[in-house]
Structures are given as structure tokens and as C-alpha cells.
């Protein structure tokens, strides 16, 4: 079944500890990308990776990173969260411009 | 500068009662329209793309249409499972990253 995995689905966690979700997708799709999603702010984009060693800023990225070694994994890694980072997250993929998007279930995180 | 409105915000309709929701769009080259579905704490569920002016794609109680200043989503005698909130989301011939509307939160009642 063509999917986009995310892990953990609930994750809760103190500030300053480093925490890493992960994502893989089975599509072979060159472009994946991490959301957020807040009530009342929408999804908003944090990174992007259009593909192996290629990612960019999105709207969002201040304490955020990730990378992109293999085209099916795009990790997003939380160094020291925090409170604020309480949130919904998306990984998405899609194979070009032009295509939808396939996300993942999400990552409920809540940083205390 | 490129951006979505949706409206209206939320959507209250008896089952079989037909509406529309509606895209407005300002970008500059529009590569792609898409509309999608999400429940509460699930992803996005991707339903149509558009691409032109004119086009229109269906699947099941949906019809989407597009123009080149919006997008309509006409649900034909809506049932309970309907009930979601739909996005919309455009993107330019400039770049991959999709510009995103606040949704509609439509809920169809027995």
C-alpha cells in the first residue's frame, strides 16, 4: 500500500530533551515535507526537500532541522524543543510539481 | 503577494441538503488547484487537482470546478460521513511549496 509512515503517533516530552519523528515514504517520491498544524494558524510548512541532499526553509523552520540522506526517509529533529513546539505534525510526499501531496497520520507532540 | 480564502469557515447542512465551498486564489502562474479532505487529528486526504479554467473533476457526492479566481466544491445531497474540513491548497509554476487555505468545517447532520 502506497503510504507516508510517521512515528511516534503521540509524543510527550520535557523541554530541552532531543527528540527526533521520523518519516518514510514507499512511493519513490522525490519531494517530502514537514507541517504543523495549530488551531486557527492552518498548516504551515517548516521544511522541504525537493530531494537526496536537497532541502529548503519553509515558513516555519526556527528550531527545527533535518536531512535527507536516502529519497524514502526525512527525519525532522526537534534539538531543544520547546513549549511552543506543542503541536500537530505532518509529513507529506508528492512525486513533482503538479501532484498532491500523500501525508503521513501525524504526530501528536506535546512539550511540557 | 500569493494567497487562498476559503468560505465560509463552517458549514452546518441537513443530510441531502446540496451546497457549494468556496476556493478564492491570488498566485502568480497557477501550476495546480487541490482540494482535500481531513478529519479531526488525521492527515490530509488528497481528493482532486485542477489545472485550468474550465476543468472539473467528480468523485462521488463531490464536484470541484475551477476558474481563474476561485475554486468551487459542490457536494450533491451531503450524508453524515461528509462531514470534515476541506482544504484547499495552490501552487505556482515557480516552485513546489503549496499555498494553503484555513479550510471549511462542514458538518452535515441526520
Known amino acids: 500500500e502506497a503510504q507516508v509512515t510517521q512515528n511516534p503517533r503521540y509524543l510527550i516530552t520535557v523541554t530541552g530533551k532531543k527528540l527526533t519523528v521520523t518519516c518514510s515514504q514507499n512511493?519513490?517520491?522525490?519531494?517530502m515535507s514537514w507541517y504543523r498544524q495549530d488551531p486557527g494558524l492552518g498548516l504551515r510548512q517548516i521544511y522541504y526537500?525537493?530531494?537526496?541532499?536537497?532541502?529548503d526553509k519553509g515558513d516555519v523552520p526556527e528550531g527545527y532541522k533535518v536531512s535527507r540522506k536516502e529519497k524514502r526517509n526525512f527525519p525532522l529533529i526537534l534539538e531543544s524543543p520547546s513549549p511552543n513546539q506543542t503541536s500537530l505534525y505532518f509529513c507529506?510526499?508528492?512525486?513533482?510539481?503538479?501532484?498532491?501531496?500523500?501525508f503521513g497520520s501525524g504526530t501528536r507532540l506535546t512539550v511540557v | 503577494e500569493d494567497q487562498v480564502t476559503q468560505s465560509p469557515e463552517a458549514l452546518r447542512l441537513q443530510e441531502g441538503e446540496s451546497s457549494s465551498l468556496n476556493c478564492s486564489y491570488t498566485?502568480?502562474?497557477?501550476?495546480?488547484l487541490f482540494w482535500y479532505r481531513q478529519d479531526p487529528g488525521k492527515g490530509p486526504e488528497f481528493l482532486f487537482t485542477?489545472?485550468?479554467?474550465?476543468e472539473e473533476k467528480e468523485k462521488e457526492r463531490l464536484k470541484a470546478t475551477l476558474t481563474k479566481k476561485e475554486s468551487f466544491l459542490h457536494i450533491t445531497a451531503p450524508k453524515p460521513e461528509d462531514s470534515a474540513t476541506y482544504l484547499c491548497?495552490?501552487?505556482?509554476?515557480?516552485?513546489?511549496?503549496?499555498?494553503w487555505g484555513a479550510g471549511t468545517k462542514l458538518i452535515i447532520k441526520p
Open positions: 526537500s525537493m530531494n537526496v541532499e536537497v532541502t
Open positions: 512511493m519513490n517520491h522525490e519531494y
Open positions: 498566485v502568480s502562474g497557477l501550476r495546480g
Open positions: 507529506a510526499s508528492s512525486s513533482g510539481t503538479g501532484y498532491g501531496y500523500t
Open positions: 485542477l489545472y485550468s479554467a474550465g
Open positions: 491548497a495552490v501552487q505556482a509554476d515557480s516552485n513546489y511549496q503549496l499555498i
